[in-house]
């Protein structure tokens, strides 16, 4: 999802997607806008020289069993083949229309922060327990230095032809690089033979921080309920940023707890020096495995319906290189003029040419009632006080019941069987009276789902 996010769904260009013309950058086709397919070309070629033995990634020693001193030089030629490879892949695919600054300055931080991934994540699948310290210190560069230091250099590009977290922004470009290889480093880990907490909790701090880019990404492009968003934003009826949350859920189950007997000495023995060993689980076992995607898709979906209560059309758009110019569509002009072309009162410019404005009329008709929605349900944008209390009156009904679904899926103890059924109607009244967030609908469908299931379990 994280890496899709910026391209799918909602994307409007025409080009190619043929397999073929993206790994030969072919320029037989009308468009001329490149694809990167040299990238994954080079990381291709890495993956086959690892696999054949010139970048042997293991530690090789000779008869006399001398330590392997070229194992760090093979370690960073496939982090750069690879890691570039796959970085410059994904930000030609994102960012190949815009102009040369923001691509130069956005695929350089990407490679910057794949290579070191790409190390740490081989490292971390390859080297012994004894040697996991390096690791470690690799991993905490990648996460406190390196990415709010590119980050940051990457927004210097401030790129006027996309929403930073739309498509071909370079938040979103950026972030899907760092949650991809970040991912992939809690995936390697996790697949270790020899496992200790330390192993364990850097996994996890790969998995949660690989979630947070694909949630940051999903919100950042499509917002709360698709309002000012040209393109796609709905799917049978329902928000592409509440399916994305559900799509994106199962990353979470990538954490691992602390479950060995000997997770103690293991501990002890691999990670005497550290001082912080990552984010340790020890109450996550077997039985509760699904606790950890229920929580966070709930404190998403809370979070969410908060900002719109209270934060959305305060005065964000200010910082607009970061947040863009979604935060100013908080009514119904505002709607209009975006995907209309229209500058009206607001001053948002035209995004479309006037000859596609029949095509856009569904897309209107139904962004406009998500809009008036949405509108009356923040204390920013609603013109009178009722809208946001009865929002907040939902969000308030349904917490009972979420509550108690986050207790019982995490400790394994259900709630008493009186206190389910008066929770229960509360969410049906939260469904009824917050229809204008989307997130608090999909909150309170999860308390009534859950709920059910609840006393169909409490009664057996």
């Known amino acids: 999802v994280s890496f899709s996010a910026p391209a799918f769904p909602g994307s409007t260009s025409n080009e190619s997607n043929d397999l073929f013309l993206s790994v030969s950058s072919s320029t037989v086709v009308e468009s001329d806008v490149a694809t990167g397919g040299w990238g994954l070309v080079s990381a291709f070629l890495a ?21 392997d ?71 905490n560069v990648w996460t406190v230095v390196a990415f709010p230091v590119f980050f ?17 922004g370079w938040a979103s470009t950026y972030l899907s690089v760092c949650g991809l290889f970040a991912g992939a480093f809690c995936m390697l880990v996790r697949m270790r033979k020899d496992k200790t907490s330390t192993t364990r909790g850097y996994g996890n701090v790969g998995c949660i921080i690989s979630w947070l880019c694909a949630i940051t990404v999903i919100y950042g492009r499509y917002g709360i309920a698709g309002v000012g968003v040209v393109g796609v934003t709905t799917v049978v009826g329902i928000p592409v940023s509440i ?14 707890g602390e479950s060995s007997s000997s997770s103690k000495h293991t501990h002890q023995r691999s990670s005497a020096k550290s001082k912080w060993h990552g984010l340790v689980l020890t109450k996550l076992t077997r039985r509760n495995w699904i ?34 110019t979604n935060d100013l569509i908080t009514n119904q002009e505002d ?17 479309d040419d006037v000859a596609t404005m029949a095509q856009k009329s569904v897309v209107h008709t139904k962004t406009m009632i998500a809009a008036a929605r949405l509108s009356g349900s ?25 509550q ?36 608090l609908v999909a909150a309170a469908t999860i308390g009534l789902i859950g709920g059910t299931l609840q006393l169909t379990s409490i009664k057996k």
């Open 69 to 139: 001193s070229r194992q760090f030089l093979r370690l960073m030629i496939f982090g750069l083949m690879f890691g570039c490879g796959l970085a410059w892949f994904i930000v030609m695919q994102s960012m190949s229309k815009d102009v040369f600054i923001p691509i130069f300055v956005t695929a350089f931080s990407c490679m910057v922060m794949s290579t070191l991934g790409t190390v740490c994540a081989v490292m971390g699948y390859f080297l012994e327990t004894r040697e996991f310290g390096e690791v470690e210190q690799i991993a």
């Open 335 to 351: 709607v209009f003029s975006h995907i209309f072309g229209s500058k009206r009162t607001t001053g948002i410019g035209a995004l």
């Open 291 to 324: 606790a950890p995607l229920l929580i966070g898709t709930i404190g998403v979906f809370v979070t969410a319906s908060l900002y719109a209560i209270f934060l959305r059309g305060c005065g964000l758009s200010k910082f607009s290189f970061l947040f863009g």
């Open 152 to 168: 940051v250099i990457s927004s210097v590009s401030l790129s006027a032809h996309a929403h930073p977290f739309g498509i071909g």
């Open 404 to 439: 108690f679904l986050v207790k019982h899926s995490w400790y394994g103890k259900a709630p008493l069987f009186g206190k389910v059924v008066l929770a229960l109607p509360l969410n049906i009244l939260s469904i009824i009276v917050g229809r204008g967030i989307p997130s």
């Open 243 to 256: 399916l994305a949350t559900l799509c994106s859920a199962p990353i979470l189950l990538l954490l691992e």
């Open 47 to 67: 993956v086959l020289l690892a696999l054949t033995g010139p970048l042997e990634l293991r530690e090789v020693k000779d008869s006399a069993g001398r330590k």
């Open 378 to 402: 923040g204390i920013w944008t609603a013109k009178s006080i009722v809208g946001p209390f009865m929002h907040l009156l939902g969000l308030a009904a349904t917490l009972p019941s979420l």
